[in-house]
């Protein structure tokens, strides 16, 4: 936008930049066609002319967009990168750019495992970086996979999900990753940093576009630099000609790529520094190199050659090295020169260059000159000039960074006090003031705000807006005013009728009200500052003032209807209080009757209850037995002295209590002098009403509650709260009977349990106590044999070298057949140390990174007499040479590989097969490990026997049957190799498991072992 913005400066023209989003059609309502939202404001007639961007037609499909510039016809229209023939459009050359970078890593990394994160699909620059990089990847022999690519839409969290997809997902190897833009590539370098991933050492990153921040990341990012600034100044250059009336070809502009360190090399300046010795000269004369000089200077900035102003830098350029000149002629303190130095910075960060540009201009001018310097004194002046230059540069550029934050700084202090003012705003009143008192410090000269509809009622940014729009603010001359007139303005005028007045060039930018889903109109702002987050932030803070500003009138309005009907309102509240109060106690009540849990105190607690919801002042609670006869459990307000036995009311001739549960029904005697045939005992006071509530429970009445008022009746509303509080009051009795029923059996449970964990204990400790028998058992038999076998070995080697031995084959025949035994025995031996030394947790691994491949090729070539007398294949998989190395102690892993193996070769008949194979997957509990399986064709294993064959001394089988030998069929052992596998594995941090189906020595099912390990890290 800069370029635009600066060409049409140049040219007198006015500019209006429309930011709405994607323009995305909505259909109206009276079948008018389509609606674009805030670009049904761009009236045709209203512009002559109009540059399209290509950030408007992400995610939309190629006819989408040419609907949109349809739409906007015949206004002459320009595109950016916009896929549509008959517009003419100003590109990048994405294609070779994106072709540069996969030759430099190609070239000079000898990468050949890249990764490609590519842009939306269907988007024009997306699909050419795409397409390039796929065909030079071809071009170099290089074999395409399509699971090295993952797809993105160029923001950063895509970079992000890019690098989960490919390492996570797909588990996929890589070298390098190329991002079709800069954005998805610092997701990329986040992601990768996170994990632990160094950038460039273990996966190098580039992207494309070279935007400000590639150069002040922490591995500054080698991309592709297409210039934002020159396709702006092109795209207006393209559209004056088609205003003009002039065929305009589309422009295609060149890319460059831009080497930092995160492909892992360093940066241009950096290497431009060396010098090397063939590029020193014989001659002392560097007046003839003054214009080759200047255009390698030229190069070294990237320059283009149909920059404007290439003029100005050669003159400072030539000025610069005839300054260097002279002071190397003067031998003086080079005062001239390093004020040259400061012109060409100066001039270099006008026009936007950077740091690195200018460091790479100095080391080119330092290469060059010391080039044709012989003299060794000259070379040191030359060298002392530089390095001043040098600190001057990093000085400046010190200086700028500093200048660029404090403005930073400073418009972040005005935006937040903007933002603090804003964020009171509930009026349009305080809307106002907050216009006006920070407007002016952001120069901010006009501003309007066009309203569509009425401000408590806004619309939905899901359906078109209106025709029609009126001014509802607006900030003139340094003043906020709201006008009285409420004419509204037709679609197309974008500001009040008379204004702007059209008397100075101006920039303007139109950005849409809304927020959530309502959308309230849209803003016009004549443009100040040239950062276009001053007009977001202002847009958004705007936003939400009138959403809240909406709300307030709404409350506003519905309070005002609430007084219109507050007398009647009031009648009401007094009679429904009433109502809330009794069922606030009965709330209260009921959640008291069900925290109860004790049978006895329960009757007395209905009662108190009920007294709480209801006033009255005597009462009784009546349950039936297992007969069904009434007894009763509890009572309240009668007379000390009263005799319960005679306590009974009569009602038309019956007991209250049966002419309540014969109904069924809450019964109110609202006077008991007006009630037919009431009688009551004598002792009981005579009360004005009573009240019998039934007590129900799965449909059948249980009980009665009786209740009395002395002076007043019962009402209805009474019955009701009676009724609702004696259906909870049942459900509480049945679940206090039922809760003692129940703690009863568990009580019992509990001691029929805890005689049975005391067995338990007991067995436990009988157990163990066996266990410690049987291992101090296999120490002491282990070293006691393993004295005599040492004597037996020794004397077996002296019988060997007699000299009569010799001589007699039956002699040694036989001694070679105690020494296999003896052998066969020590084995033994060390199988039951090593058990004991791993119960006893005396063995400590020494860890180091170990190769899996070597270990089992070891153990492989101690069988392969032993397989192939008994016609056994043994096959080592070819993916265990893919499993990185293990965390593991190799002589204690040879050990426990070799015990399962061994047990696989004994289990096997004869003519069968082992595979062994190994594969890296992620475990839940301990992450990336290996993983080894040791597949057999034997004879199986029963399932209720894969834990238990792990523990000491355990056989399959009978052992009277076994014959001791280690590898013959079915031989039998100490049963402690599997044992001393498990150990191991456990001590390296694994576990090992068995998977088999059932044992079957006819058809031979045959084991899988399993064993994980950790990965070296």
């Not at 990847?137 to 395409?144: G, H, S």
């Not at 190069?299 to 090295?321: R, S």
Request: hydrophobic share 40%; with cysteine.
């Amino acid at each position: 936008m800069r370029g635009v913005l600066e060409r049409a400066r140049e040219a007198d023209v006015n500019v209006i930049a429309f930011v709405g989003g994607e323009p995305v059609g909505l259909e109206r309502p009276e079948g008018e066609g389509n609606s674009y939202g805030l670009y049904d404001l761009v009236n045709p007639g209203q512009f002559d002319g109009m540059i399209v961007s290509a950030d408007l037609t992400h995610g939309l499909t190629p006819s989408e967009i040419e609907n949109f510039c349809n739409y906007l016809k015949p206004t002459p229209l320009v595109g950016c990168s916009i896929p549509v023939p008959a517009i003419s459009s100003v590109s990048t050359d994405n294609e070779n750019g994106i072709r540069e970078i996969v030759r430099h890593l190609i070239d000079v990394h000898k990468y050949e495992r890249i990764a490609f994160v590519r842009g939306p699909k269907g988007q024009l620059e997306a699909d050419q970086r795409y397409n390039a990089f796929v065909e030079e990847l071809n071009a170099r022999r290089i074999r395409f996979d399509e699971h090295l690519v993952a797809d993105g839409d160029f923001s950063v969290e895509s970079g992000r999900v890019a690098v989960q997809t490919l390492l996570d997902e797909r588990g996929m190897a890589l070298e390098a990753i190329v991002c079709a833009n800069d954005r998805m590539a610092f997701g990329v370098l986040e992601e990768l940093q996170q994990r632990g991933i160094h950038v460039p050492e273990k996966i190098a990153v580039t992207g494309f576009d070279d935007v400000n921040e590639a150069q002040s990341l922490g591995v500054p990012l080698t991309t592709v630099r297409q210039s934002f600034y020159e396709s702006g100044k092109q795209s207006f250059d393209l559209l004056m000609k088609r205003i003009e009336g002039h065929d305009a070809e589309n422009v295609l502009l060149p890319s460059e790529l831009v080497v930092r360190w995160s492909c892992g090399c360093l940066p241009e300046c950096i290497d431009q520094a060396v010098i090397h010795p063939r590029e020193v000269a014989h001659t002392g004369r560097l007046e003839n190199k003054r214009t080759a000089a200047i255009k390698s200077l030229v190069k070294a900035a990237g320059i283009p050659e149909n920059e404007a102003d290439k003029e100005q830098y050669t003159l400072v350029f030539g000025k610069a090295w005839d300054a260097f000149l002279t002071a190397l002629r003067e031998d003086g303190k080079g005062d001239d020169f390093l004020k040259t130095v400061q012109g060409i910075v100066e001039l270099l960060q006008k026009h936007g260059y950077d740091f690195y540009i200018w460091q790479n201009v100095l080391s080119t001018f330092r290469r060059y000159a010391l080039g044709g310097i012989s003299s060794n004194t000259t070379t040191l002046h030359a060298e002392n000039l530089f390095q001043q230059a040098r600190m001057l540069v990093g000085e400046l550029s010190q200086r700028a960074q500093a200048f660029s934050r404090l403005q930073l700084v400073k418009q972040e202090e005005l935006l937040n006090a903007f933002s603090f003012s804003m964020a009171s705003a509930v009026t349009f009143d305080s809307i106002g003031e907050a216009i006006s008192k920070h407007f002016d410090s952001f120069d901010i000269r006009r501003w309007y705000v066009m309203y569509y509809g009425e401000t408590n009622t806004p619309g939905s940014v899901s359906a078109p807006p209106p025709k029609n729009y009126r001014l509802l603010m607006q900030y003139d001359n340094r003043q906020f005013s709201m006008p009285t007139e409420r004419s509204s303005l037709a679609t197309g005028r974008l500001t009040p009728r008379g204004k702007p007045v059209i008397d100075y060039r101006h920039d303007a930018v139109v950005m849409p009200l809304s927020l959530a889903s309502n959308r309230f109109g849209f803003m016009w702002t004549e443009m100040g500052p040239d950062d276009w987050d001053v007009y977001v932030r202002v847009r958004n803070l705007l936003s939400s003032a009138l959403l809240r500003t909406m709300l307030v009138n709404q409350r506003e309005a519905a309070q005002r209807e609430a007084e219109k009907t507050a007398v009647v309102n009031a009648q009401l509240f007094a009679a429904e209080q009433e109502r809330r109060r009794g069922a606030e106690a009965l709330t209260r009540a009921l959640r008291q009757l069900a925290s109860l849990k004790t049978v006895e105190e329960l009757p007395e607690q209905i009662l108190d209850q009920l007294g709480q919801i209801i006033p009255y002042n005597r009462g009784a609670l009546f349950m039936e037995d297992v007969n069904g006869e009434p007894v009763l459990q509890a009572h309240r307000g009668m007379p000390k002295d009263a005799d319960m036995s005679t306590f009974q009311l009569r009602y038309k001739g019956n007991s209250l209590y049966t002419a309540v549960t014969r109904k069924g029904e809450t019964l109110l005697v609202k006077d008991v002098a007006a009630a037919e045939q009431w009688s009551q005992p004598d002792w009981l006071p005579r009360d004005y009403s009573w009240m019998g509530v039934p007590l129900y429970l799965k449909d059948n009445v249980v009980g009665l509650l009786m209740v009395s008022r002395a002076k007043s009746p019962f009402t209805e509303d009474d019955g009701l709260l009676a009724t609702t509080f004696a259906l909870q009051a049942t459900v509480a009795l049945e679940n206090s009977r039922l809760y003692h029923e129940v703690t009863g059996i568990s009580q019992m449970m509990e001691r029929m349990i805890s005689e049975r964990v005391e067995e338990l204990n007991k067995a436990y400790a009988t157990l163990e106590k066996h266990d410690k028998n049987k291992a101090a058992f296999i120490q002491v038999a282990a070293h006691e044999l393993r004295t005599p076998l040492t004597v037996i070995k020794g004397f077996l080697g002296i019988l060997q070298m007699d000299e009569a031995v010799k001589k007699s084959s039956m002699l040694s025949d036989a001694i070679d057949g105690v020494r296999r035994g003896t052998d066969r025995l020590h084995q033994i031996v060390n199988s039951m140390l090593d058990v004991v030394r791993l119960d006893n947790q005396v063995i400590v691994p020494h860890v180091e990174s170990v190769s899996l491949g070597l270990i089992l090729r070891l153990i492989y070539k101690d069988y392969v007499e032993d397989l192939a007398a008994r016609n056994l294949t043994m096959t080592l998989d070819d993916s265990i040479k893919t499993v990185p190395p293990l965390l593991a102690d190799s002589e204690l892993l040879k050990k426990a590989l070799d015990q399962v193996i061994v047990n696989a070769i004994k289990f096997t008949p004869d003519g069968g097969s082992i595979d062994i194979s190994a594969r890296v997957m992620e475990d839940p509990k301990r992450g990336k490990v290996a993983e080894i399986m040791v597949k057999d064709t034997g004879i199986g294993i029963d399932p209720e026997h894969h834990k238990v064959i792990f523990e000491k001394l355990y056989q399959l089988g009978e052992v009277q049957l076994h014959s001791s030998s280690r590898t013959n069929y079915k031989g039998g052992g100490a049963g402690l190799g599997l044992a001393i596998a498990s150990g191991i594995v456990r001590a390296l941090q694994g576990y090992i498991w068995v998977e088999s189906t059932g044992k079957d020595e006819e058809k031979f099912p045959g084991s899988t072992f399993f064993i994980r390990l950790p990965l070296m890290k």
